[in-house]
Nanobody
Framework: QVQLVESGGGLVQAGGSLRLSCAAS????????KGWFRQAPGKEREFVAA????????SYAESVKGRFSISTDNAKNTVFLEMNSLKPEDTAVYYC???????????????????WGQGTQVTVSS
């Protein structure tokens, strides 16, 4: 069992930056694929970024490429989402997710993840 707790959300002006953190329980968290998703009011949950375990390959939604960066600190059982050049359309609740898959597997579909955090609100003002 893995428990995920996000932090780092808040209110920021357009063009600003935020760094989200997701702390996980479990000794084998380093062997989980991780991802970030977001959900805006009235919209479905959408993929933002994903990272493998082992290869640390990454994948990003087109809307955030070049602005967001996903990374992990296995020693701290934490996955991060660095968000720069934020736009009002980035406003959403952000969720981290994890799933136990094979080495080097990128997971981008929300239905493929087994564990979810409670979410953290990110609000970008114009």
């Amino acid at each position: 069992q893995v428990q995920l707790v996000e932090s780092g959300g808040g209110l920021v002006q357009a063009g600003g930056s935020l760094r989200l953190s997701c702390a996980a329980s479990g000794r084998t968290f380093s062997r989980y694929a991780k991802g970030w998703f977001r959900q805006a009011p009235g919209k479905e949950r959408e993929f933002v970024a994903a990272i493998t375990w082992g290869t640390t390959s990454t994948s990003y939604a087109e809307s955030v490429k070049g602005r967001f960066s996903i990374s992990t600190d296995n020693a701290k059982n934490t996955v991060f989402l660095e968000m720069n050049s934020l736009k009002p359309e980035d406003t959403a609740v952000y969720y981290c997710a994890a799933t136990y898959v094979g080495w080097g597997s990128l997971v981008t579909g929300p239905h493929e993840y087994d564990y979810w955090g409670q979410g953290t609100q990110v609000t970008v003002s114009s």
